[in-house]
């Protein structure tokens, strides 16, 4: 079976965030079906059970998928903060490779860039090689002498 991956533009995004339902959009539509259900035959309290139950599973996993995001996020950031000092190598946007020492982290549209000290950016999920910096690695003193030198 082959997949292929759909590439939403913003506006589509944000209208498809705003078609989302919600639990308060299933408990509506649980009045609603209540409003107008036959009275000869009501719906039954196990039923209602049963929805209340989804909607609060739903909930649940609602919140969970927006905790797991965030910390998803958090742990990216973090990732890229330690990253700050060091040689990294990647493809930008137009796949040209990037070469760079990392002087800050930004987050953009929830993407992780790195702010390399040559004026380009890398996204996080584009880094190929990590190194430390050259020339922290090599600076420094030989002998105990050197360092009192100053």
Same mark, same amino acid.
């Given at each position: 079976m082959v997949t292929q991956a759909i590439s939403l533009s913003p506006t589509q995004q944000v209208t498809?965030?705003?078609? !989302?339902?919600?639990?308060?959009d299933f408990i509506k539509m649980m009045v609603t079906q209540l409003q107008?259900?036959?009275?000869?035959?009501?719906?039954?309290?196990?039923?209602?059970?049963?929805?209340?139950?989804?909607?609060? !599973?739903? !909930?649940?996993? /609602?919140?969970?998928q927006a905790m797991l995001k965030s910390l998803a996020a958090q742990n990216q950031i973090g990732s890229a903060g !330690?990253?700050?000092?060091?040689?990294?190598?990647?493809?930008?946007?137009?796949?040209?490779?990037? /070469?760079?020492?990392?002087?800050?982290?930004?987050?953009?549209?929830?993407k992780v860039y790195l702010e390399l000290d040559n004026g380009k950016t890398l996204r996080l999920e584009r880094v190929t090689a990590i190194a430390p910096n050259k020339t922290t690695a090599t600076e420094g003193p030989v002998s105990g002498r050197e360092s009192l030198a100053a």
């Amino acid at each position: 079976m082959v997949t292929q991956a759909i590439s939403l533009s913003p506006t589509q995004q944000v209208t498809s965030r705003k078609m !989302q339902l919600k639990a308060e959009d299933f408990i509506k539509m649980m009045v609603t079906q209540l409003q107008h259900q036959d009275p000869m035959e009501p719906a039954k309290n196990e039923d209602l059970l049963a929805q209340m139950s989804q909607i609060g !599973q739903l !909930q649940a996993s /609602t919140d969970m998928q927006a905790m797991l995001k965030s910390l998803a996020a958090q742990n990216q950031i973090g990732s890229a903060g !330690q990253m700050i000092g060091k040689m990294v190598a990647g493809l930008d946007d137009g796949d040209e490779s990037v /070469t760079g020492l990392v002087s800050s982290v930004r987050v953009v549209n929830e993407k992780v860039y790195l702010e390399l000290d040559n004026g380009k950016t890398l996204r996080l999920e584009r880094v190929t090689a990590i190194a430390p910096n050259k020339t922290t690695a090599t600076e420094g003193p030989v002998s105990g002498r050197e360092s009192l030198a100053a």
